[in-house]
C-alpha cells in the first residue's frame, strides 16, 4: 500500500523484496517459475537414467539387438548434446518462457510417442526428438529461474532447489523404471505426461519473458552434430560389424571431416558458438574433460549392469532398481554438503577423491566373481556414486572460477556437451562388449576396467586443477 507521501510501506517493501509473495497484489508467483522449471528438469534426467532397466523388457517386444538399445539410450542423449550448445540462442531470441513451453510441450508429444512406439525404430526415432526438446528446456529453463529471481539471494536458493529436482530423478530413476517396467514398460515414458501437464499450467501463471537479438551459428551446429552423431554411430556400428565395415569407416571419416570444419568455423566465425579464448585457461580444458571421463563411468555403468542384471543374473528390473538405489542415494545425500566440504578441503582434492572412489569401485567390480550377491554388488556401486557429488559441483565451481562473467553460459554450455558426449560414447563403446551373449560377462569386465583406467588417470590430472578464481578489474572507490 501506498503511504500519503507516496512511498511503500516498510510492510509492502519486505513483500515485493521476497519473490515469494510477489503475488500479493496480483501478478504471478516466482514460485510457479520455479516449480515448472523443476519438474521440466526432473522429467529431462528421469528420461536419461529411467530406461536402463527396462531394456531388456524393450528388446523382448520390439525386437532388435544390443545395437538398437544402445540408440533407445544414445538417441536421446547425443541429441541431447548436439543441440545444447546453441539451444540458449533460441532462448533468448523467443523469449525464455515461450521456449522453455515450446520445449515441454514436443518433450510430452516425444514420450507419448516412445510409450505408443510399435517398432524399435519408432522409439529410437521418438527418442532423437524427445532429446531436442531437452536441449530446448535446460538452458531456458535457467533464463526463466534469472528472470523469476532477479536477487542473488534468493536466485541462489531457488537453483539449489531446482538441482533437487534432477537430484531425486537420478535417485528414484532407476527404481521407478523398475516398478513401471513390471506393469509394462510403455509407462516409463508416459509418466512424463501428468508431470508435463503440470509444468504448463504453472508455466501460464509466470510472466511474460523479454526477447533479445542473438546470433545462430548454423554451419557451427551443423558440423556439431555430425561430428557427434558419426563419432556415436561408428562406435555403436563397430560394436556390431567390426571396425573393418564400410559404414563404420565412413562413419568414422565423416566425424573427422564435420570436427574439422567445427573448429575452423569457430575460429573464424563471426559468432561461434564456442569462443577460441575459453580455451586458453587450463583449468576450463581441464573441468571439461573431468566432465566427459566423469560421465563415461556414471552413465556406461548402470547401462552395463542394467543389461547383466538381467541377462546373466535373471534379475527383474524391480531387483536391478534396488540394486542401483544405493549408488544413487548416496549422491542424494552427499549433494549438499559438498559446497562446504570443498571450501575445506578443496576443490580439486575433492575432485580428485571423488574420481579416485570411482576408480577403485569400477575395478573391485571388474574383480568380483561371476557369482557374487547383487547386494555386495550395490555396495561396491556406492563407490561409483559417490563420484557424482564429489566431482561435478566442484569441477564446475572451477570452471566458472575461471571463466569470465560474459562466457559463464558459454562455457557451462560446453561443460555439459562433454558430458552428454562421454556418456553417449561410454554407453556405445560397452554396448558393443556387450553384443555377445556369450562373452557378456568378459564384456561386463572390460567396460569396468576402462571406466576404472580412465577415472584413476582423470584423478591423477585433478591434481592440476587450481581453484583460484580468475582475476578481476579493480573497482575504483569513489569518495
Known amino acids: 500500500m501506498l503511504v500519503p507521501d507516496g512511498s511503500t510501506t516498510p510492510q509492502r517493501r519486505a513483500v515485493e523484496a521476497d519473490p515469494a509473495h510477489a503475488a500479493l497484489d496480483g501478478r504471478p508467483r516466482p514460485a510457479a517459475a520455479l516449480a515448472a522449471a523443476l519438474l521440466g528438469f526432473f522429467v529431462i534426467t528421469l528420461d536419461a537414467v529411467i530406461v536402463n532397466v527396462a531394456l531388456p523388457s524393450i528388446r523382448a517386444d520390439l525386437g532388435g539387438g544390443v545395437s538398437g538399445l544402445q540408440w533407445v539410450v544414445d538417441g536421446y542423449t547425443l541429441v541431447f548434446a548436439a543441440l545444447l550448445l546453441s539451444a540458449g540462442s533460441l532462448s533468448d531470441r523467443i523469449g525464455a518462457g515461450r521456449a522453455f513451453g515450446l520445449g515441454l510441450v514436443v518433450f510430452v508429444l516425444a514420450s507419448t510417442a516412445c510409450g505408443l512406439a510399435p517398432s524399435l525404430g519408432a522409439l529410437v526415432v521418438s527418442r532423437l526428438v524427445q532429446g531436442s526438446a531437452a536441449a530446448v528446456m535446460m538452458p531456458s529453463a535457467m533464463a526463466l529461474l534469472r528472470e523469476a529471481f532477479p536477487e542473488p539471494g534468493p536466485r541462489a536458493r531457488a537453483l539449489a532447489i531446482w538441482a533437487m529436482g534432477g537430484a531425486v530423478a ?80 565412413v562413419a568414422f571419416a565423416v566425424a573427422v571431416a564435420a570436427a574439422a570444419v567445427f573448429v575452423v568455423v569457430q575460429r573464424r566465425g563471426a559468432h561461434p558458438m564456442v569462443p577460441a579464448e575459453l580455451f586458453r585457461s587450463h583449468p576450463v580444458v581441464l573441468s571439461v574433460l573431468i566432465g566427459f571421463a566423469f560421465m563415461i563411468g556414471y552413465y556406461g555403468l548402470p547401462f552395463v549392469f542394467s543389461l547383466y542384471l538381467q541377462q546373466a543374473r535373471g534379475l527383474s528390473s524391480l531387483a536391478t532398481g534396488v540394486v542401483f538405489l544405493p549408488m544413487m542415494l548416496i549422491g542424494l545425500v552427499l549433494t549438499p554438503f559438498t559446497a562446504r566440504l570443498g571450501e575445506r578441503f578443496g576443490r580439486p582434492v575433492l ?73 553417449a560414447l561410454a554407453v556405445a563403446v560397452f554396448g558393443g562388449l556387450l553384443a555377445d551373449p556369450d562373452t557378456l560377462v568378459a564384456g561386463v569386465r572390460t567396460s569396468l576396467l576402462i571406466t576404472a583406467g580412465i577415472a584413476a588417470v582423470t584423478a591423477a590430472g585433478a591434481r592440476l586443477l587450481r581453484s583460484r578464481p580468475i582475476p578481476s578489474t579493480p573497482v575504483k572507490e569513489t569518495s
Open 351 to 423: 575432485i580428485g577423491t571423488g574420481l579416485a572412489a570411482m576408480a577403485a569401485g569400477s575395478l573391485a567390480l571388474a574383480l568380483m566373481p561371476a557369482t557374487a550377491p547383487p547386494w555386495a554388488l550395490g555396495l561396491l556401486l556406492i563407490l561409483v556414486g559417490i563420484g557424482g557429488p564429489l566431482v561435478m559441483p566442484p569441477t564446475m565451481a572451477v570452471l566458472l572460477d575461471h571463466t569470465p562473467p560474459h562466457r559463464a553460459g558459454t562455457a557451462g554450455g560446453v561443460f555439459n556437451t562433454s558430458r552428454q558426449l562421454g556418456g
Open 170 to 249: 537420478s535417485s528414484a530413476g532407476p527404481v521407478l523404471g523398475g516398478l513401471l517396467d513390471a506393469v509394462d514398460w510403455r509407462l516409463i515414458f508416459l509418466v512424463n505426461l501428468p508431470a508435463g501437464a503440470v509444468a504448463l499450467v504453472l508455466l501460464a501463471r509466470t510472466p511474460r519473458s523479454p526477447r533479445r537479438p542473438a546470433a545462430f551459428d548454423r554451419l557451427g551446429q551443423l558440423s556439431v552434430v555430425l561430428a557427434m552423431g558419426g563419432l556415436t554411430y561408428g562406435a555403436i556400428e563397430a560394436g556390431a560389424v567390426g571396425f573393418a565395415a564400410p559404414q563404420v569407416s
